[in-house]
């Protein structure tokens, strides 16, 4: 039973400010992924959850107690580093038993822990090794391991995957996964790769220069961004963001976007929710590739365009079409567009447009 | 991956090869000089030109290891007779063995080098170990002046060190330092120090920090960090500092020569006072330089793997 709370953390390097003001409740057994790029404080705030950086202001309770000055050694939280860390002077086994060293615990019982875990990470044949003659995969299980060993209250991941291939990537993931489903401890988990966030976490707390963008699920901050950054960075493709402007055309509402002649057509609704955001004038449309309906032959409400750049994604295409002076890039089936130029019609659909108020970046909260 | 060698390459190839064994006999010369004319027959020593083969005899040595006094006249064939076979080898040089009693008297020599191994291991151990920790420092934590800190260190190398020898000399004399084996190491950890420090310091810097995170986060203190997870890691460079720092200690002689003369005298300033009156005893001297260049030989030796290691630390981690 392990909460972290950390309240109201700012962390300054010299006069440079990391950390912003931050927040978080972490509840027990939960696995929660810090996402952004390099140089947003997700590091920094993990480091100073485990106790190797200090903070300038705020708490960092862990169980509602404040831990912010006590040693890494007292805050019983262990932690996987990118670079696996393992002591390379010292077995698997060794490895996997040097924070139990560090207990006084018994050397039998040590050894049970040690084959217990090394049990559970399928890595018992390996325990004589040294960490030079390990394969990446088999260096990131044996640091869980050591991680693991402890029972520690709180597991701490720091890009833990992040120096493997591909593919080993994809393995780990799911291991990482199953563990976490198998032990079920606290995570806090440290990544740039939205991907890994998505599928491991139970909330994403996504961080852009030091400041929380926005905290939630995984299907939280893919269908309901709060702002355009966070937009932009979950999902991949990347989701479509263009200045864009509102019109009430007959009965309907029209978008139009990059000055183009014909704006898409929205249910008139949207005029009634965005009300007050289009006198601004500064209104922006996020709508993500598979939002982007293309058809060969007209239709209602679809607007001819002439396709550009089409990307072969094996089971699927990315088609950048030319809306106006704008690239809206579409997700269509393999091979649906033949080739750059051919000319198709394309429809916004309405469920999935999200709106941005430009100024701000902030989300409208409008959906249809 | 196996790449087809061009006959330019192989011809390359051979010079290098050709390169390194003149090099190699270069740098060997003047140690089979010293351990030849160890073991020549005095006359043979300055013989023109040199002698290459000859029987090779341990009278320097027995010479290099006793007290002797040159004789007025020729031995009794009786006393001959009854001495034992290195006492024979004196006789015939026309000097005989000092005694008390039966007790042949010893030369200064096994004290005079068993001085250089206390001065020499005591600076080095002390030295070293001042460095890692003081390196360790300098690598890990974030330090006011650093760089000029650093500086200051490695600039007490930048004037060769018998410029300070007279003032050093009046100093120790004053609080009673000098001949002593504390003044000499002293000395010896002063010289070595800013050496060791800046070594250790690029390879604590090469050790991840990472390291040690992941051993304070498991529950360990720093310092047993340090000595559990440091200090293993940088085994390799504290081996190649120990060789460096106990070759300059070994071989050091302005310094030996002024600050002692007898109790704490080193084996380099003792070698050549051996030359004596008359002749130059060439044959004792390269004896006794010739045992003397066994220590660093024999300790160059045993950390080698170490030291390969150590010299290239930087090449082989990254």
């Known amino acids: ?51 190797l950086e200090t903070i300038d202001k705020g708490d960092i309770l862990i169980d509602g107690k404040a831990v912010q000055h006590l040693k890494a050694a007292d805050r019983d939280i262990a932690m996987v580093f990118q670079s696996f860390s393992l002591y390379p002077h010292m077995t698997v086994f060794e490895n996997i038993a040097f924070p139990l060293r560090a207990t006084r615990m018994s050397s039998g019982e040590v050894d049970k822990s040690v084959r217990e875990v090394a049990r559970v990470l399928r890595i018992s044949d390996l325990l004589d090794k040294k960490p030079s003659a390990l394969s990446g995969g088999d260096m990131q299980r044996v640091a869980i391991g050591r991680a693991l060993v402890r029972r520690p209250k709180a597991m701490l991941m720091d890009e833990p995957i992040g120096a493997l291939d591909a593919k080993l990537r994809e393995e780990m993931r799911a291991e990482i996964k199953r563990l976490h489903i198998k032990q079920g401890s606290t995570t806090i988990y440290v990544t740039h790769d939205q991907i ?17 963008q926005q905290v939630g699920t995984p299907d939280d901050v893919y269908s309901h961004p709060a702002n355009l ?63 982007v309906l293309v058809r060969h032959d007209a239709a209602a409400g679809y607007v001819p365009v002439e396709a550009q750049i089409i990307e072969p994604l094996g089971s699927f295409d990315i088609v950048d079409l030319k809306v106006g002076s704008k690239m809206l890039r579409a997700r269509t089936k393999a091979g649906y567009v033949s080739g750059p130029g051919e000319k198709v019609h394309v429809r916004i659909d309405p469920e999935q447009a999200h709106f941005f108020d430009t100024a701000s970046g902030k989300s409208l909260g409008v959906r249809l | 991956m196996a790449a087809v060698r061009t006959s330019s390459e192989v011809a390359l190839n051979r010079i290098a090869i050709v390169a390194v064994l003149v090099a190699t006999l270069i740098f060997l010369a003047p140690i089979y000089w010293i351990a030849s ?19 090779p005899e341990v009278t320097p040595f027995i010479r290099l290891f006793t007290k002797r006094v040159q004789m007025q006249k020729t031995v009794d064939p009786q006393v001959y007779e009854a001495a034992p076979w290195w006492e024979k080898r004196i006789y015939d040089g026309g000097e005989r063995v000092l005694k008390v009693g039966k007790d042949v008297q010893l030369s200064q020599y ?73 003044g000499l190491i002293i000395l010896y950890i002063a ?128």
């Open chain 1, 1 to 51: 039973m392990t909460q972290i709370e950390l309240r109201g953390i700012e962390k300054f390097f010299g006069a440079v400010q990391v950390i912003h003001n931050l927040n978080l409740a972490i509840a027990d057994n939960e696995f929660i992924v810090l996402l952004g790029q390099s140089g947003c404080g997700k590091t920094t705030t993990l480091r100073a959850i485990a106790g």
């Open chain 2, 37 to 55: 004319t160890a073991f020549k027959p005095k006359e043979l020593a300055v013989s023109v030109p040199p002698t290459v083969l000859f029987q």
């Open chain 2, 191 to 318: 010289f070595n120090l800013s050496f060791s420090v800046w070594l250790m310091k690029g390879f604590m810097d090469e050790i991840p920090k990472e390291y040690e995170e992941a051993a304070l986060v498991d529950g360990y203190t720093r310092m047993q960090a340090f000595f559990k997870i440091v200090l293993p890691e940088a085994a390799t460079g504290i081996a190649a500092t120990a060789v460096f720092c106990f070759i300059t200690a070994w071989n050091e002689y302005a310094f030996a020569l002024i600050m002692t003369n007898r109790r704490a005298q080193t084996a380099p300033p003792f070698i050549p006072s051996q030359i004596g009156s008359g002749l130059p005893d060439w044959t004792t001297i390269a004896a006794g330089t010739f045992l003397f260049l066994l220590p660093v030989a024999i300790f160059t030796f045993l950390l080698r793997n170490h030291l390969l290691r150590g010299v290239t630390f930087g090449a082989i981690r990254k």
């Open chain 2, 110 to 182: 096994p004290d005079r080098f068993m001085n250089s191994l206390i001065v020499a291991i005591v600076s080095t151990v002390l030295a070293v170990g001042m460095g890692t920790f003081t390196a360790y420092g300098f690598s890990r934590f974030k330090i006011a002046g650093e760089a000029d800190l650093l500086f200051f260190i490695l600039s007490t190398r930048m004037l060769p060190p018998v410029v300070v020898a007279i003032p050093m000399f009046l100093m120790y004399r004053m609080v009673g330092l000098n001949d002593s084996h504390i």
């Open chain 1, 229 to 291: 950054f966070v937009a932009q960075f979950v999902g991949s493709p990347v989701m479509n963001v263009a200045e864009a402007s509102v019109a009430d055309e007959g009965g309907a509402a029209t978008v139009t976007v990059g000055g183009a002649p014909k704006g898409f057509e929205f249910p008139r609704e949207l005029l009634t929710r965005l009300n007050g955001h289009v006198a601004n004038g500064g209104l922006t449309l996020g709508i993500r590739p598979e939002g």
């Open chain 1, 196 to 212: 890994e966030a998505m599928s491991l976490a139970d909330r994403i707390v996504i961080m852009h220069e030091g400041f929380i």
